[in-house]
């Protein structure tokens, strides 16, 4: 499977990472090879294989529905770029 | 006593309850030793007024007779945990700036047994790297040298900065993390012992994530009976890590009796892959002789699904990593891009992972994105999920035939140089983990113990793997490799 410069764009945009249109061949070609090696995958035979979702066998523990921790706002803003009367401060985003 | 710094955890920990040491003796030493060497670039966050003023508490501590093993130990930390009010960045200029509010649940296991930071360990950037040349703090550099050649050599990676600053004697020992090898294959580089415990036995709360279902911290150490003393401090049930597993840990360094006699090692035929390199494959045979010499039996095992386990993490780990570092957003912590006149926020998200992040990590976040998104989702990531079982099944179906562990070469080759490998296609990197990314797949315990020199004078090392939750007699194998290979080498002092 082959990454063409279209892919690779709309792979860029849905990471969030900006790439200039001049760095979107390379970026493409290595994809490409990484993916490459990954089809050796389709050699194996997986039928009625259960995709793993946990490595080991453990049912998660439950706690009582309460308030564990909290009400430390200063805390959770000390290491913001830029926050503002308490909330984390962005760029607008509605008009 | 002379050279402080060079004690191992046991011998310190000794010397200390005898009081022919202080731990602010131990600690000044160690803050001199990392001082001198920046050459290796192992510290890259230096903590000397928290090692010192921790090394009286600890002093305090032995004094009234309240001394865990760890009390009084200089440590160096890996920048992947999260250590309060100290920079921790993942070596990421996306965390440039960061000191968090909070510890980690294992460094403050560590604080709590009376254990001494002396600062933060340089590492690839996010742990994704075998070389730790993708680090935004500069390349960690081996404290050993190829036998008349002057090259700097990688320590290995992730945990490069660790293996580095435990190979030089700059602290008694490091925590490191391994998500597919990035504790054991630097260990191997640097002629030290790193040990990968079993998925679950250490709390994953506070340390930075890279690939959730993979990562496990652990202790690398100068010595077996070290990693046994060290794990036991890390490990235990923690409620703030779903994962981490509510069972008792036994005393590690009591299982240390050195009788394997009548244990079954597993060889698997599908780790001689092709071209491994005559010394490799020696060293191998040499470590099944050991342990046969021991009064253990030698049985060929196959692991038929060995080969996708490479092709199989790349998909998993990078899947996992594009979900793990979507919050580096600029909005909570770290670096935010300067924004251009009518920049929104999509543009400010762009920008600053653009900007923050690395090169290799970009790749991984991509291709992570790329496995995940419409489409591909079956035909990528839930395939090498259920391929992730069959490599899990084969370890199952060996440890029920009797095997109670598998010896297995550490790394493909000893250390190589830095920028050896910039031209090579990134998939050439990833084949250092081609002995070592089972094992996380799998969740299962490895450890790495030096096990010999190649004609260049590197140390190599070789790998063992246990069953789960069986880290005391798998630390109990690789002490009896440790005695019988008698590593005693330690890299000449050019730093």
């Known amino acids: 499977m082959s990454i063409d410069i279209d892919t690779a764009r709309r792979v860029a945009k849905l990471a969030r990472i900006k790439v200039e249109e001049g760095d979107l061949p390379a970026l493409a070609g290595e994809l490409s090879n990484i993916l490459t090696f990954m089809e050796q995958l389709n050699e194996v035979d997986v039928e009625g294989v259960e995709p793993m979702t946990s490595v080991t066998p453990q049912r998660l523990k439950r706690r009582e529905d309460v308030v564990t921790d909290g009400g430390m706002q200063d805390k959770i803003l000390s290491n913001a770029p830029d926050a503002r009367e308490g909330f984390f401060a962005v760029p607008k985003v509605v008009e | ?495």
């Not at chain 2, 000044?28 to 230096?46: I, M, P, R, T, Y």
């Not at chain 2, 096990?451 to 789960?468: E, T, V």
Request: hydrophobic share 40%; aromatic share 8%; proline share 5%.
């Open chain 2, 1 to 495: 006593m002379s050279d402080l710094n060079k004690l191992t955890i046991a011998a310190a920990r000794d010397a200390l309850r005898k009081g022919d040491v202080t731990a602010a003796e131990l600690t000044e030493a160690c803050v001199s030793a990392v001082e001198g060497a920046g050459k290796l670039n192992a510290f890259v966050h230096q903590t000397p007024e928290i090692a010192l003023e921790q090394a009286r508490a600890a002093d305090a501590r032995i004094k009234a007779g309240d001394a865990p093993a760890m009390c009084g130990i200089p440590l160096g930390i890996k920048d992947l945990f999260c250590t309060r009010g100290v920079a921790s960045q993942a070596a990421s200029g996306i965390l440039e700036g960061f000191r968090p509010e909070y510890e980690s649940t294992i460094t403050q296991q560590l604080w709590d047994a009376g254990a001494v930071m002396l600062g933060k360990l340089n590492m690839d950037e996010f742990a994704m790297g075998s070389s730790n040349e993708t680090s935004v703090y500069g390349n960690a550099v081996n404290p050993w040298k190829r036998q008349g050649d002057d090259t700097d050599l990688t320590p290995g990676g992730s945990s490069g900065g660790s293996a580095s600053a435990v190979a030089a004697d700059l602290c008694l020992a490091a925590t490191g993390t391994d998500t597919g090898g990035s504790i054991r294959q630097p260990a191997a580089f640097t002629g030290i012992v790193g040990i990968k415990p079993t998925y679950g036995r250490c709390s994953r709360w506070g340390v930075v994530a890279f690939a959730s279902s993979l990562d496990q911290a652990g202790p690398m150490t100068k010595t077996v009976r070290d990693a046994a003393i060290m794990l036991g401090a890390m490990s235990g049930h923690d409620p703030k890590d779903s994962t981490s597993a509510d069972l008792a840990v036994p005393d590690f360094e009591a299982m240390l009796t050195g009788d394997i006699r009548g244990k079954r090692i597993g060889i698997p035929q599908e780790y001689r892959m092709e071209g491994m390199l005559a010394e490799i494959e020696k060293l191998w045979a040499d470590g099944a002789a050991m342990l046969r010499g021991a009064g253990a039996e030698i049985v060929d095992i196959s692991l038929p699904h060995t080969k996708y386990a490479l092709p199989a993490y790349y998909v998993i780990a990078p899947a996992e990593a594009s979900s793990n570092l979507a919050r580096y957003d600029g909005v909570r912590y770290g670096h935010r891009a300067k924004l251009g006149q009518g920049d929104g926020i999509t543009e400010m998200y762009e920008k600053t992972r653009a900007e923050g992040f690395g090169h290799e990590v970009q790749r991984r976040v991509m291709i992570g994105t790329y496995v995940l998104s419409a489409g591909f989702y079956d035909a990528y990531y839930n395939r090498a999920r259920k391929v992730r079982t069959l490599i899990k099944r084969d370890f199952e179906e060996a440890f029920a035939k009797g095997i109670d562990a598998i010896l297995t070469p550490a790394t493909p080759s000893a250390a190589f140089g830095l920028g050896e490998m910039a031209d090579a296609d990134p998939v050439a990197m990833y084949l250092n983990d081609v002995f070592t990314v089972t094992v996380n797949l799998a969740g299962l315990p490895g450890i790495s113990v030096p096990a010999g020199l190649d004609a260049q004078g590197l140390p190599l090392g070789l790998q063992l793997i246990g069953k789960p939750w069986e880290e005391g007699d798998l630390l109990n194998v690789a002490h009896v490799i440790e005695g019988a290979a008698g590593f005693v080498h330690k890299p000449a002092k050019w730093w």
